[in-house]
């Protein structure tokens, strides 16, 4: 289903991975905190892939890789996710304003950090 900037997402289960798959983002877009613009035939492609480490289950690793004109082949990136086993979980409560979400609970028992391919 598009969301409201036209992007969809779809996303699959496999066993114990959840696939994502992002296209049809609109307008102009910075493919990172360089500012390096991503091509404006707006044909990129996100593709995901949401797991657990199999040797540690406090670490979700989330495999990103980006499809666009703009780069010379398709860029990756794996992200780590840790939990802590010590932090109860608790939902989130926010509220959505102006096609905007605020999260009232600012608290989480996870942190990232991400390894280029």
Same mark, same amino acid.
């Given at each position: 289903?598009?969301?409201?900037?036209?992007?969809?997402?779809?996303?699959?289960? +496999?066993?114990?991975?959840?696939?994502?798959?992002?296209?049809?983002?609109?307008?102009?877009?910075?493919?990172?905190?360089?500012?390096?613009?991503?091509?404006?035939?707006?044909?990129?492609?996100?593709?995901? +892939?949401?797991?657990?480490?199999?040797?540690?289950?406090?670490?979700?690793?989330?495999?990103?890789?980006?499809?666009?004109?703009?780069?010379?082949?398709?860029?990756?990136?794996?992200?780590?996710?840790?939990?802590?086993?010590?932090?109860?979980?608790?939902?989130? +409560?926010?509220?959505?304003?102006?096609?905007?979400?605020? +999260?009232?609970?600012?608290?989480?028992?996870?942190?990232?950090?991400?390894?280029?391919?």
């Amino acid at each position: 289903m598009p969301s409201a900037s036209g992007s969809i997402a779809i996303a699959t289960r +496999r066993y114990d991975t959840l696939e994502v798959e992002t296209r049809g983002m609109r307008g102009p877009r910075a493919f990172d905190a360089t500012g390096m613009p991503l091509h404006a035939d707006n044909k990129t492609v996100v593709k995901e +892939r949401i797991y657990l480490d199999k040797s540690n289950p406090n670490v979700m690793l989330n495999d990103i890789t980006t499809f666009d004109s703009s780069l010379t082949r398709p860029w990756a990136i794996t992200k780590k996710y840790g939990r802590n086993p010590g932090e109860k979980f608790r939902l989130a +409560r926010g509220e959505l304003r102006g096609g905007q979400w605020s +999260r009232r609970d600012q608290r989480q028992g996870y942190f990232f950090s991400g390894t280029a391919n």
